[in-house]
């Protein structure tokens, strides 16, 4: 059987009729009779990567991609880790996709991409997370995401299969907070409402009742109410304007409503929502 060869592609400038040029990697794939075919994949514009380094560090994670049994003979960056995890394996929940990838480019990749993943220590990684200006819970939130990243790269097979390093890695005081939680008495909620104005003092009075959070209550729609039982069913949530499943799944319930909620609702629905049919 012919062993595959390691595909490092050549990098080519491409100009376009319309835009501006556009990088290009191609390499050769072989083919059941024997024969290469040469493929191209596009890196990206010349206005996102000005140079031609920059080029190849995007393009690194489609050498991956084309190389999955030989990457072992390639010294893989932790940023190029990055870019295949965000391309490939981030979690479907769009909150928590967007959460991952503002954290991973904010903190993980200044620091760590240009580093190869062998190079990544556990005790640099524990005093890096030391010297940043973060709640101990934020920063073992970074620890977290760098745990996942590195368990991704044993299943890719970037690295060997061992001990998560990032598991040596230790946040002091991660389990408690800087400050406890304000709670308001019943008199400052009240004066809280003095100073709202619909709709946002109707979807406070309803967090606050029946304890959502506040992606399920821009998440319900009239159809949601059943006047007649005095019920709400939470089923989706909105984050980032993207409607989508509750958190968990003990969010997604019928929840009682009670009389005096539920004129609040009925009487706010009459004035801004006549036409809109609840069950």
Same mark, same amino acid.
């Given at each position: ?39 191209? #994949?596009? =890196?990206?514009?010349?206005? /996102?990567?000005?140079? !031609?380094?920059?080029?190849?560090? @995007?393009? &690194?994670? %489609?050498? *991956? ?103 040596? #890695?230790? =946040?002091?005081?991660?389990? /408690?907070?800087?400050? !406890?939680?304000?709670?308001?008495? @019943?008199? &400052?909620? %009240?004066? *809280? ?87």
């Amino acid at each position: 059987m012919k062993r595959a060869r390691y595909q490092f592609g050549c990098l080519q400038r491409k100009p376009r009729a319309k835009g501006p040029d556009v990088w290009v990697l191609r390499y050769r794939q072989a083919q059941p009779d024997g024969s290469n075919r040469l493929h191209s #994949v596009l =890196v990206g514009s010349v206005e /996102k990567y000005s140079t !031609e380094g920059e080029a190849w560090k @995007a393009a &690194e994670v %489609l050498r *991956l991609s084309l190389n999955p049994d030989n990457v072992h003979q390639l010294v893989v960056s932790l940023g190029a880790l990055l870019d295949r995890y965000i391309a490939e394996d981030l979690p479907e929940r769009n909150s928590t996709a967007r959460f991952y990838v503002a954290w991973l480019n904010r903190y993980v990749r200044p620091k760590w991409g240009e580093y190869p993943l062998s190079e990544v220590k556990p005790f640099a990684v524990e005093q890096w997370l030391k010297s940043l200006p973060l709640a101990p819970k934020s920063k073992a939130h970074i620890r977290s995401l760098m745990h996942i990243l590195f368990n991704c790269a044993m299943r890719w097979g970037l690295l060997e299969v061992q001990a998560n390093p990032m598991s040596l #890695v230790r =946040v002091k005081d991660c389990s /408690k907070r800087r400050r !406890e939680p304000r709670v308001l008495t @019943a008199l &400052e909620f %009240l004066q *809280l409402l003095r100073q709202l104005s619909d709709p946002c003092r109707t979807m406070s009075i309803l967090a606050m009742c029946l304890g959502l959070r506040v992606s399920e209550v821009v998440g319900l729609q009239w159809g949601d109410f059943d006047w007649e039982r005095l019920q709400v069913m939470v089923q989706r949530s909105v984050v980032f304007g993207v409607v989508g499943e509750v958190k968990t799944r003990y969010s997604k319930k019928r929840m009682p409503l009670d009389p005096a909620l539920a004129e609040v609702l009925f009487r706010y629905q009459r004035g801004t929502a006549p036409e809109a049919k609840p069950k």
